[in-house]
T-cell receptor, first 115, second 110 residues
Framework: GAVVSQHPSWVICKSGTSVKIECRSL??????MFWYRQFPKQSLMLMAT?????????EQGVEKDKFLINHASLTLSTLTVTSAHPEDSSFYIC???????????FGPGTRLTVT | EDQVTQSPEALRLQEGESSSLNCSYT??????LFWYRQDPGKGPEFLFT???AGEEKEKERLKATLTKKESFLHITAPKPEDSATYLC???????????FGTGTSLTVIP
């Protein structure tokens, strides 16, 4: 399967600051990338879908002004958590997809802790 | 309303003790049903895609099957390294998004 990387793997930031997470598709061109959030002992919750070169589509209840997503190329998508607060602490995972089989290949995740 | 339910929530097996995990779904239109394995602190790892009722796929000790309302992940003679959370995700034919079930946490005891 395809290889997807995320950077950083973990980050600690202070409340009120912004954090950017990068998601890279290393060996295939992903027309679509997805961002998920996972709280402890819970499943993955889809936050948004981004298509290369266009605005992201956010799931209901996800604040688009707080979670800024940019998908500038077929291999890179970024998620910026703006004015982070402790309740934003979570495990953020991206995936790359958009192929004819609809499979998604996931990154290793980024652990965000907001103090 | 589209729903995905996985059962059981947790399963403890002795090494070699076969069992099945269930994924029940109620969706308006299914493009495909995906199974993933997730280890703690890591992203999900792709296992299988099933597209139509009656389809089966196998990989080592795992076999996935699909009906119109549910999918099963059969684990034959599991080993401790099969311990993980197994997630199913229907993909709706209205788009390409996945909506994950709550997962089954499998522990295989040596």
């Amino acid at each position: 399967g395809a290889v997807v990387s995320q950077h950083p793997s973990w980050v600690i930031c202070k409340s009120g600051t912004s954090v950017k997470i990068e998601c890279r598709s290393l060996d295939f061109q992903a027309t679509t990338m997805f961002w998920y959030r996972q709280f402890p002992k819970q499943s993955l919750m889809l936050m948004a879908t981004s298509n290369e070169g266009s605005k992201a589509t956010y799931e209901q209840g996800v604040e688009k002004d707080k979670f800024l997503i940019n998908h500038a190329s077929l291999t890179l998508s970024t998620l910026t958590v703006t004015s982070a607060h402790p309740e934003d602490s979570s495990f953020y995972i991206c995936s790359a997809g958009g192929g004819p089989t609809y499979e998604q290949y996931f990154g290793p995740g980024t652990r965000l802790t907001v103090t | 309303e589209d729903q995905v339910t996985q059962s059981p929530e947790a399963l403890r097996l002795q090494e070699g003790e076969s069992s099945s995990l269930n994924c029940s779904y109620t969706v308006s239109g299914l493009r495909g049903l995906f199974w993933y394995r997730q280890d703690p602190g890591k992203g999900p790892e792709f296992l299988f895609t099933l597209y139509s009722a009656g389809e089966e796929k196998e990989k080592e000790r795992l076999k996935a099957t699909l009906t119109k309302k549910e999918s099963f992940l059969h684990i034959t003679a599991p080993k401790p390294e099969d311990s993980a959370t197994y997630l199913c995700a229907p993909c709706l034919n209205t788009g390409n998004q996945f909506y994950f079930g709550t997962g089954t946490s499998l522990t295989v005891i040596p």
